[in-house]
């Protein structure tokens, strides 16, 4: 689940991360805007009602020579 960008409602509440496809068709639509570049972030130009997420981890290599970002769904047995 690398390469997918994060999205933020216009209150700035987390929501699943999104593919780069859908983000593209967002902007293009004029639905979200960039909020920030750097983790690449899309806000929503509306408030989102009920807003479900789905537990996420963040995993971070720090004997690697570079920094990698990698976001991983957490499935835990309940949701199976």
């Not at 997918?4 to 216009?10: G, K």
């Not at 780069?20 to 509306?46: D, G, Q, S, W």
Request: hydrophobic residues 45%.
């Amino acid at each position: 689940m690398s390469n997918f960008v994060f999205l933020i409602d216009s209150n700035q509440t987390p929501m699943n991360p999104i593919h780069p496809a859908h983000a593209k068709e967002l902007l293009n639509k004029n639905k979200a805007a960039v909020f920030r570049r750097y983790p690449f972030t899309l806000i929503m130009n509306r408030v989102v009602e009920n807003i479900v997420t789905y537990p996420l981890a963040l995993k971070i290599d720090p004997g690697s020579k570079t920094t990698v970002r990698f976001v991983g769904l957490k499935l835990e047995a309940a949701m199976l």
